[in-house]
């Protein structure tokens, strides 16, 4: 790949101490293990293909500080590309602690590894902005640790494009498109997602697990769009003996969720008892918006408790008493009868019993 130098004013060299535009190197791991970085400092990745013979690896020795990371920018022109090409290891592993890579106009792209950017227990205060990353198994993984935040970024072409795993983590305005698998999957993860574009990936665009009712994933004004197997996933699974009783704690607010044909907008398992408010749910059918479905819609035995029905109807009612329409939902759906939609009825009315 031709590229112009951006940051330098020699061609990089093995044999360069990296201190100055005019001696760079040629190895970013050289950097790392060469010098002390602390807070404040900035490693510049000028324009260039760089193929990684091993992970870049950022230990505790080389931390950041409280408002003071550690940064490491790409060329302004967009030009800066970290392969791996090895689909067994991560192309970036951090381990460390106010660390950034990437900004607003120091974009920094990243392929061909295990996941392009991984952070494990030892990663704190880790943030990924602006940056590109594809054909890798996860794009961004976490495991354990955090607080990170992933935001700004293009994730696609990947089997996943972001794992986080029982990590804390804010997820922002980043697009994940077309990756083989999921978009996003949080996995006992304490995560807010806000504000993402997810779309057009093979399985659901968003899968969020939570352990019993363990505070789970938060969505906030994400557009999830076309995905293979649906738009959100909640699952809830159980670790205790005796066994205990896990249910789906995602909380959605005011997200858009496009489903295609056959795929639902929401689905949860084995039962649900997060909050959804102010979703758009829109089939690919072209009938227009359709109610997000209800809770028992996704209940495996498609029942519905009185106190499921009072907690997560309430909402709904157009002025009548919450107890008269969970009386009504609860009788609806109690033994999986069939309901039809009627637009022209206001909630919860517009859900009528089709008589067989």
């Known amino acids: 790949m031709e590229t112009e130098d951006v940051f330098c004013t020699a061609p990089g060299s093995p044999d ?5 535009p005019s001696t760079p190197n040629t190895s970013l791991q050289f950097i790392l293990d ?11 990745i000028d324009a260039g293909y760089y193929l990684l013979e091993d992970t870049i690896t950022i230990t505790a020795e080389d931390a950041g500080a409280d408002q003071n990371p550690i940064r490491f920018l790409g060329a ?11 689909r067994e290891s ?3 592993t951090i381990n460390s602690r106010y660390i950034q890579i990437g900004a607003t106009l120091h974009p920094v792209k990243i392929t061909g590894g295990r996941s ?8 704190q205060n880790i943030t990924i902005q602006n940056c590109e990353i594809f054909g890798c198994t996860r794009g961004i993984e976490t495991f354990y640790g955090g607080p990170f935040i992933i935001e700004d970024t293009l994730l696609h072409h990947n089997q996943t494009g972001i794992l986080l795993s029982k990590s804390s983590a804010i ?3 980043n697009e994940t498109l077309n990756n083989e698998d999921f978009g996003i999957v949080c996995d006992g993860s304490a995560a807010s997602i806000e504000e993402n574009l997810v779309a057009e990936n093979g399985a659901y665009g968003i899968l969020a697990v939570n352990v019993l009712r ?12 076309d995905n293979g197997a649906g738009g959100v996933r909640g699952e809830a699974y159980d670790i205790s003996i005796p066994p205990g009783d896990p249910c789906v704690t995602v909380n959605a607010y005011d997200n858009t969720i496009r489903a295609l044909v056959g795929t639902l907008c929401f689905s949860f398992s084995p039962k649900f008892c997060g909050i959804l408010s102010g979703n758009s749910c829109i089939d690919e059918a072209g009938e227009g918006e359709t109610p997000v479905p209800h809770p028992a819609d996704v209940n495996e035995d498609w029942s519905i408790s009185m106190s499921e029905a009072i907690a997560c109807l309430a909402g709904w009612q157009q002025g ?7 009386i009504r939902a609860a009788y609806l759906w109690q033994n999986g009868e069939d309901y039809i939609y009627n637009s022209e009825e206001a909630e919860p009315l517009c859900w009528e019993l089709q008589l067989k």
Do not use: C
């Not at 302004?76 to 090895?86: A, E, H, I, Y």
């Not at 363990?214 to 769009?225: A, D, H, R, V």
């Open 76 to 86: 302004t022109d967009g030009n800066t590309l970290l392969d791996r090409n090895d």
């Open 171 to 173: 997820v922002r305005r």
């Open 16 to 20: 360069g101490d990296g201190l100055s």
């Open 116 to 123: 392009g950017v991984h952070l494990n227990f030892d990663g």
């Open 90 to 92: 991560h192309a970036i």
């Open 214 to 225: 363990s505070p789970g994933t938060e969505l906030k004004g994400n557009q999830i769009l």
């Open 34 to 44: 060469t010098y002390p970085l602390q807070g404040g400092d900035t490693v510049w």
């Open 320 to 326: 009548s008493n919450p107890m008269e329409y969970a």
